[in-house]
């Protein structure tokens, strides 16, 4: 227990000097960061301290992504700093909202997916049909990051 919580001590302090807006506790492994990017734009994650002092990462707003396994507390804090600075880099663009729809859309897709898994019966038909059409989404996707502008 005394490393999970020297863990969530060095990672919390260095989140506050990356301008963490708030952090709470939730039990003794759990952590909620928030991060106020603009008046409008707010970018919040759950960290996990796991048994064996590893970490799993969740982006929870602007729309809930999971992020992975971490194995120390650096490539934990290094990855949302690098998150935080690519928010704060496109909470600029005209274009933020209809992004953040988007992630937003995605994620309650993957809800009903499961939903769907878990309680229905679903002809195979239409499931290859839904993959087909996700497929394609993924390729147009993939296309507009190719041919986009980088930030």
């Known amino acids: 227990m005394v490393k999970n919580s020297a863990s969530s001590d060095f990672i919390n302090m260095n989140l506050?000097?990356?301008g963490a807006a708030s952090i709470q506790a939730i039990g003794s492994k759990m952590h909620l960061v928030t991060f106020e990017i603009s008046?409008?734009?707010k970018v919040s994650y759950i960290y996990n301290v796991t048994r064996k002092d590893k970490f799993?990462?969740?982006r929870t707003e602007p729309y809930a992504i999971a992020k992975g396994k971490f194995?120390?507390?650096?490539?934990i804090v290094e990855f949302i700093?690098?998150?935080i600075e690519s928010f704060r880099n496109a909470a600029g663009s005209r274009n933020f909202e209809k992004f953040s729809a988007i992630g937003k859309k995605l994620s309650n897709m993957i809800q009903n997916v499961e939903e769907m898994f878990l309680t229905c019966n679903v002809d195979g038909e239409l499931?290859?049909?839904v993959s087909s059409r996700l497929?394609?989404?993924d390729l147009e996707l993939k296309q507009?990051?190719?041919?986009s502008q980088k930030l």
């Open 56 to 58: 799993f990462l969740q």
């Open 81 to 83: 700093q690098k998150d």
């Open 127 to 129: 499931l290859e049909d």
């Open 71 to 75: 194995a120390d507390e650096n490539e």
């Open 39 to 41: 008046d409008t734009v």
């Open 144 to 147: 507009i990051i190719q041919l």
């Open 16 to 18: 506050r000097q990356l």
């Open 135 to 137: 497929d394609s989404i």
